[in-house]
């Protein structure tokens, strides 16, 4: 069975530039998750969706951050503009729900982001 | 407000040795205390977890002890080998507004040495 893939998996990008990630989940995983994990940090929940709906969204910078999940399957975030800041790994995870919030949470391998 | 506290920052053991990390949190509607183990490169893959129910879980050479009224876990990791040499994080999650949101300690660098 294949993981949840992301792409790309580096990204280097100028300080003002948009960036895009991408994330395709665990087939049969209604919930998908985007973290930050900056560099000797654990990750941050950024947004929940379940299904094509964003369940949590608290901690998404909304100024500069967006997110979308068409068709309740694959899911984009993206960043516009980036700043020096927001270089970290981005980490994509999925969970097939069920148990109340405390499925197992599988993560892909991460887009590491430098900002420039 | 960091919710989840994990030590230490980093851990060097022998091989065969005991490799202890502990975790502290905050939150009493915390209720589920799962493990993370992440090797360069690689995202976060669970290991182990716990509910608050039971005071210990063991899972091969890896255990979870919970202490409730202390609010601490701790992992265990037995007879450690130079292939458990990764990062381990401790997370939360529970009843909302923590509901399917995993609330992640600071991380350990564990380097088990040949």
């Known amino acids: 069975e294949a993981g949840v893939v992301q792409s790309p998996r580096y990204k280097i990008i100028e300080k003002k530039q948009p960036v895009a990630f991408w994330c395709n989940p665990i087939?049969?995983?209604?919930?998908l998750y985007w973290y930050l994990q900056n560099l000797g940090q654990g990750p941050e929940l950024l947004i929940r969706?379940?299904?094509?709906?964003?369940?949590?969204d608290s901690q998404l910078p909304k100024d500069r951050f967006s997110a979308e999940r068409l068709k309740g399957v694959d899911s984009t975030l993206k960043i516009q503009p980036a700043e020096l800041g927001d270089s970290a790994v981005y980490l994509c995870?999925?969970?097939?729900?069920?148990?109340?919030?405390?499925?197992?949470?599988?993560f892909g391998p991460g887009t590491r982001l430098l900002v420039l | 407000q960091q919710q989840v506290k994990q030590s230490p920052q980093s851990l060097i053991v022998q091989k065969g040795g005991i490799s202890i990390i502990n975790c502290a949190y905050e939150?009493?509607?915390?209720?589920?205390f799962p493990w993370y183990q992440q090797f360069p490169g690689k995202g976060p893959a669970l290991l182990i977890a716990?509910?608050?129910?039971?005071s210990e879980k063991k899972e091969g050479r890896f255990t979870i002890s919970f202490n409730k009224s202390a609010k601490q876990f701790s992992l265990h990791i037995m007879d450690s080998q130079p292939g458990d040499s990764a990062t381990y994080f401790c997370?939360?999650?529970?009843?909302?507004?923590?509901?399917?949101?995993?609330?992640f300690g600071q991380g350990t660098i564990l380097t088990v040495h040949p």
């Open positions: 939150n009493t509607a915390f209720d589920y």
């Open positions: 716990i509910r608050p129910d039971v």
């Open positions: 995870a999925s969970s097939n729900g069920g148990t109340g919030g405390r499925e197992t949470q599988y």
């Open positions: 969706y379940e299904n094509e709906e964003a369940v949590d």
């Open positions: 087939s049969g995983h209604n919930t």
């Open positions: 997370a939360a999650s529970g009843a909302p507004p923590s509901y399917g949101k995993l609330t």
